[in-house]
């Protein structure tokens, strides 16, 4: 029999049975959707995670920012000393390993601040984002607009709201003062900054620059091509600064490890990807003895069938093949319609948590592999068992 044939007459014998079909592979349905969904999610915000933290696009040029800290922070303010100079950059870029150093040139979007927050009782340090237009979207309150620009008004997240005065409403905290870094601000609205978002304070840059010292040549940003050697090479950037540096007497460099932070960050992902992909696996495999029962029932209930076409000349394996592509066709619609409902969820979570939802190849052949797996596997046995019938009792 050719392969088109056994295929369409599979695909009549799952519709000829539809709510037993759809009843089996609900499983399936469940399981593959559980797995896709966890595994979009969990790739998709560790990419976020790892750009974020790295400000690399594609993963190969990887930053990190290499900071100078004064041991007396008003004197050398004072004094007009800088941070770096081309004596710094020349030696950062002699470190094997540094692709590129340059001074830390922040993204419009992108720049932020950490200054001590009191509100009420509360005090915490508080990561402030300085924007130039509106900022995120209001729940309560209104937000920053133009005319706001110098003047000493902000916008706070709703979880510093719960952080720093849980019996506080959000419009309850319009309209009150916030203290940053010493300095008295109103607070004119409250936003969600979303799951995964830490900004907890929205101020207008030039307000900033108004309030609090600022310098353009803070940091410098190395670039390495490697995310495994990140940590390793800043390292010898630090060490090489404390002990030639220009302010190498005045205080000390450090860096941003953000590549520990990255493979922590990778690691429990990856970890609580496997968790909960386990537990759904073993909801795959209640609905691979599914599939096997109902191929089973289904043999036994088409014993004539198969009698007539192997006294007609139809081989063994004519017949195996004929049953392995119903318990496979039946897994693969499962894994289609588990896949796409997977694929939703992830979609509306990433939405949620405010990161870029991305087709990842991955997580398709993934979803197609596990039906075609729980297909065969569960399929073959039942399958085997009708190809080896004697011929004469078949028929009988």
């Not at 000829?16 to 559980?34: D, M």
């Not at 974020?52 to 930053?63: A, E, P, T």
């Not at 001590?116 to 729940?139: E, M, R």
């Not at 990255?262 to 909960?276: A, K």
Request: glycine share 8%.
């Amino acid at each position: 029999m050719r392969i088109s044939i056994s295929i369409e007459t599979a695909i009549k014998a799952i519709l000829k049975n539809k709510r037993r079909s759809f009843l089996t592979i609900i499983g399936i349905i469940v399981g593959i959707a559980a797995v896709i969904t966890i595994v979009t999610v969990g790739r998709g915000y560790e990419r976020y995670s790892l750009k974020q933290l790295l400000d690399s696009d594609d993963m190969k040029n990887n930053r990190t920012t290499i900071s100078f800290s004064p041991e007396d922070s008003d004197n050398f303010a004072k004094s007009g000393f800088v941070y770096f100079n081309q004596h710094d950059l020349d030696l950062v870029r002699s470190v094997p390993g540094v692709s590129e150093a340059q001074y830390e040139v922040e993204k419009p979007d992108k720049i932020y601040r950490q200054q001590p927050v009191t509100l009420n009782s509360g005090s915490q340090s508080q990561k402030i984002h300085l924007v130039d237009g509106a900022g995120d979207q209001i729940i309560a309150g209104k937000n920053l607009s133009s005319s706001d620009i110098g003047n000493k008004v902000v916008t706070v997240s709703d979880k510093i709201v719960k952080d720093l005065d849980p019996k506080a409403t959000n419009n309850d905290i319009v309209g009150k003062t916030v203290e940053i870094g010493g300095e008295s601000f109103l607070i004119k609205g409250v936003f969600d900054p979303g799951l995964a978002s830490s900004t907890r304070v929205e101020m207008n840059k030039s307000t900033y620059e108004n309030y609090f010292r600022d310098s353009n040549q803070k940091n410098i940003q190395i670039t390495v091509p490697s995310k495994d050697n990140l940590t390793k090479v800043a390292s010898e950037v630090v060490k090489k600064l404390n002990g030639q540096g220009s302010m190498h007497n005045q205080g000390n460099y450090d860096f941003s490890n953000n590549a520990a932070m990255t493979d922590v960050i990778s690691s429990t992902l990856q970890m609580l990807t496997l968790i909960v992909s386990f537990i759904a696996g073993i909801s795959l495999f209640i609905s691979g003895v599914g599939v096997m029962n109902m191929v089973y029932t289904s043999i036994s209930e088409r014993i004539k069938e198969i009698g007539i076409r192997r006294a007609l000349g139809a081989t063994g394996k004519a017949i195996q093949r004929q049953f392995l592509l119903e318990g496979l066709l039946l897994t693969l619609f499962g894994g289609i319609i588990g896949y796409l409902l997977g694929e939703l969820f992830a979609f509306l979570i990433s939405r949620a948590m405010k990161f870029d939802f991305t087709f990842d190849p991955f997580v398709a052949g993934l979803a197609m592999g596990i039906s075609v797996l729980v297909g065969l596997v569960f399929s073959y046995i039942p399958s085997k068992n009708a190809a080896q019938k004697n011929v004469v009792e078949l028929i009988k």
